[in-house]
């Protein structure tokens, strides 16, 4: 671990009382410090030398702390800044984040949350942030953190089209600093991918990565979720347990679909930004967390604050930078290196090699249509395609666009497809005219093609040729069907995970 000494620090106040209050805090902590009164004071001192963070006053005698961090950008220094603001000027605090602070402070300064953004900026755990006891994990059921499938997020988000490159553009302005961003985009556009892109070009990347779909959780269990609980806070609650925050701490914090969540746990969420402490049900004090926000919508929040639904606080809190995912129909360009990216993924899931290509034709096929549901949408279809062709291409045929579910197309492509138990899923279909329709026919579809790969597979000892042979398939078609649809072999038979292959 580094030596607090290593780290140099500029204090920047034109009041010598608070410059030499910031100087002692900081000096006791161990850091080596220097201070400055104006702007060019301080601009004469950076000219001499580099510091590890540079705090700010905004209001300065000869400028404000805003001018000194726009030097800083242009000269592509690479301190980091701390912007102190007056108490009720959210507006400065935006605009110091929005022009590249790392973080800012409101006076008058708790010296505790000093030290804490100060350890933070430097990368440091702040020494009142380190958790007291290690309480139990939480459930993750309605989490999901970690890797969303393999190679980083940079790595898979493909497409190099102005706006792509925008994104890209402002994921490593933003990842430098503490901003809250909000990633706006329609579901599937790759909001989740932005998230993870920006914690992994971050500082924080060495810390946890904890995705949170706001709208997954029941709102009796949020507050719990989200802050923890201590043992005996209800009837079950036997444990201590940590929430979100606590796991997400010195790393990001991504809330899903944040429009979703209810205007009492808002405002609850709002207290817990504002102090930078949560304070766990059934605990009699705060504990300080140093955790980064970023947040998603598919809504349009700034309707959801008219019509009352979302606080119009919260949403300012939120909303310091936003990025914009636009939908895959808005940069058709992009398609075939998204293609080429997930048809790699959907060969390495299924430990296939190498990759089957898209025949120029099903590309002008892709291209006529509109993708809804996106970037997740061309997935699936393509997920779909692959295992229905198996080979080295992907055609036309394989597709399956929507509208071709319609009328004799299907019939046609079961029944050139391969015999035997997939004409079953058609002939079931029509044995029963009566039967419910399914409300959602993919999912239905996929069940009964699980279904028969399990039972071919039990029938055939759990041997992937012969139970592929038997249905007419290959032993690359078994491989990319039992990977999309998450059948594993197992050493006692078979798995199906019925998440699918995500
Ligand atoms: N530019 C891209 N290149 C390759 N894959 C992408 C790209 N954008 C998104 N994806 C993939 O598309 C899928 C959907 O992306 P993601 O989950 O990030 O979307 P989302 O906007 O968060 O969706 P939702 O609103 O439904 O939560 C993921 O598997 C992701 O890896």
């Known amino acids: 671990m580094t030596l607090a000494s290593h780290y140099s620090l500029l204090v920047v106040d034109d009041e010598p009382d608070l410059r030499t209050l910031y100087e002692l805090t900081l000096l006791r902590e161990g850091y080596d410090v220097e201070t400055a009164a104006t702007v060019e004071d301080a601009w004469a001192r950076l000219h001499d030398r580099t510091y590890s963070a540079v705090i700010t006053d905004m209001r300065l005698p000869d400028g404000t702390g805003l001018d000194l961090l726009r030097r800083l950008e242009q000269a592509g220094r690479r301190e980091r800044t701390i912007v102190i603001t007056a108490f009720g000027s959210p507006e400065n605090a935006v ?114 990565f904890i995705a949170v779909n706001c709208g997954a959780i029941p709102e009796q269990l949020l507050e719990a979720e989200f802050f923890g609980y201590r043992k005996g806070a209800f009837t079950g609650a036997n444990e201590d347990r940590e929430g979100f925050f606590q796991a997400a701490r010195g790393g990001t914090l991504f809330l899903d679909e944040i429009g979703d969540l209810p205007l009492s746990m808002q405002s609850k969420l709002l207290r817990v930004i504002q102090e930078r402490a949560v304070r766990p049900v059934g605990a009699v004090s705060e504990t300080p967390v140093d955790v980064r926000i970023v947040s998603a919508t598919h809504k349009d929040l700034a309707a959801e604050v008219q019509t009352g639904r979302f606080r119009q606080d919260l949403y300012y809190r939120l909303n310091v930078i936003q990025i914009r995912v636009p939908p895959l129909r808005e940069r058709m360009e992009d398609l075939p290196a998204i293609c080429a990216r997930v048809l790699e993924r959907i060969a390495q899931d299924a430990g296939v090699w190498p990759p089957p290509r898209l025949a120029p034709e099903a590309l002008e096929q892709l291209r006529h249509y509109n993708f809804p549901g996106n970037v997740r949408e061309l997935e699936n279809l393509l997920h779909r395609a692959v295992a229905l062709s198996g080979g080295e291409w992907v055609d036309e045929g394989s597709l399956l666009l929507p509208d071709a579910y319609e009328g004799d197309t299907v019939m046609q492509d079961f029944d050139t497809g391969a015999g035997g138990a997939r004409l079953e899923a058609p002939a079931m279909a029509q044995a029963d005219t009566q039967a419910p329709l399914p409300t959602n026919l993919e999912a239905y579809l996929d069940s009964v093609e699980r279904d028969i790969l399990v039972r071919a597979l039990e029938r055939h000892r759990f041997n992937r040729t012969a139970a592929g042979a038997s249905l007419g398939l290959s032993l690359r078609q078994m491989r990319y069907r039992m990977a999309r649809l998450g059948v594993m072999v197992a050493e006692h038979g078979v798995t199906p995970d019925s998440d699918g292959s995500e």
């Open 95 to 208: 605009e110091a984040l929005k022009a590249g602070a790392y973080d800012y402070l409101t006076k008058p300064v708790d010296l505790k949350q000093f030290r804490a953004v100060v350890a933070s900026a430097l990368g440091r755990q702040a020494p009142a942030a380190a958790p007291s006891a290690a309480p139990a994990p939480v459930p993750r059921t309605p989490q999901r953190s970690g890797a969303a499938g393999s190679g980083s997020a940079i790595e898979r988000m493909a497409g190099q089209s102005p706006s792509m490159q925008q994104v890209r553009a402002l994921i490593d302005k933003v990842a430098r600093s503490m901003a809250p961003v909000l990633v706006a985009g329609e579901s599937g556009t790759g909001k989740e991918l932005v998230a993870r892109a920006i914690h992994e070009v971050s500082p924080r990347q060495g810390q946890p």
